[in-house]
């Protein structure tokens, strides 16, 4: 039997502070240990969980890998205003006319990550 992907880890200054951003931008609950100034936090997703491990290194290039959300119940736009309410940065539009694309944001560690837009707009779309 070949591997499985048993969670994202990333690279965080502030382990608690990014699981917590993470965990309302997924509506998903942090791991019930996880504690401020914890070397590991988890945030438990239903499509992959992912945790952060501490690090004293700020992040200083582009992502090689990143996360690609979709909104379940809202609009991509929708979706994008409600995570930079969260804390996320605008990045890079990439939407274009005809309603494709995806936004690019950036989570309060920097990290890059892009939100699609919905099923519903993609089957609209046809």
């Known amino acids: 039997m070949a591997s499985t992907v048993h969670c994202m880890t990333f690279d965080a200054r502030d382990t ?3 699981a917590k951003f993470w965990a309302a931008v997924l509506d998903v609950p942090m791991s019930p240990d996880d504690q401020p100034g914890d070397p590991e936090a988890l ?72 939100v699609v837009r919905s099923a519903a707009e993609r089957g609209a779309a046809h």
């Open 16 to 18: 608690y502070e990014q």
């Open 43 to 114: 945030v438990r997703s239903p499509r992959g969980d992912i945790l952060f491990v501490a690090t004293p290194d700020a992040k200083h290039t582009k992502n090689r890998a990143h996360l690609d959300l979709e909104p379940s119940d809202r609009t991509r736009d929708a979706e994008v205003e409600r995570i930079v309410a969260l804390g996320a940065t605008f990045f890079e539009d990439h939407r274009n006319p005809d309603g494709t694309g995806w936004v690019t944001l950036k989570d309060p560690e920097g990290n890059e990550f892009c």
